[in-house]
Structures are given as structure tokens and as C-alpha cells.
């Protein structure tokens, strides 16, 4: 794993202990860390998943 990584994964990872103590929205902190490569991915999945891989999930009536 590259360094930009390992830093991108401690950033993510404070950002959602911003959002678990109620400090923020998960909207809020991550407009505010700068992610990239693997991270930045993962962090779009957790605000709208399937976006990242190209799909929009279904909703059922």
C-alpha cells in the first residue's frame, strides 16, 4: 500500500469519528478531507452506494 493511501485511510477514518460522535455530517466531513486513490473510492460508496461503480440503486415498489 502506498503511503497517499495510508494517509488517505487515517483522514477517512477521523472524518467518520467526526460523525460518530455527532460533530458533523457525513456530507459535512468529507467536503473537508482531502482523499484520493482507494480511499476517496470507499468514501463514495459510503455517501451514495453504487455511484462508484457505475450503477444506481434500485428501488422497489
Do not use: W
Not at 5 to 34: G, H, I, W
Request: proline share 5%; hydrophobic share 40%; net charge positive.
Amino acid at each position: 500500500m502506498r503511503q497517499e493511501d495510508r494517509v488517505s485511510y487515517v483522514m477517512l477514518f477521523c472524518a467518520l469519528l467526526l460523525v460518530k460522535n455527532s460533530r458533523a455530517t457525513l456530507e459535512q466531513s468529507m467536503s473537508v478531507v482531502p482523499l484520493s486513490g482507494r480511499a476517496k473510492h470507499l468514501a463514495g460508496e459510503m455517501i451514495c452506494p453504487g455511484s462508484a461503480l457505475g450503477t444506481s440503486p434500485t428501488v422497489s415498489s
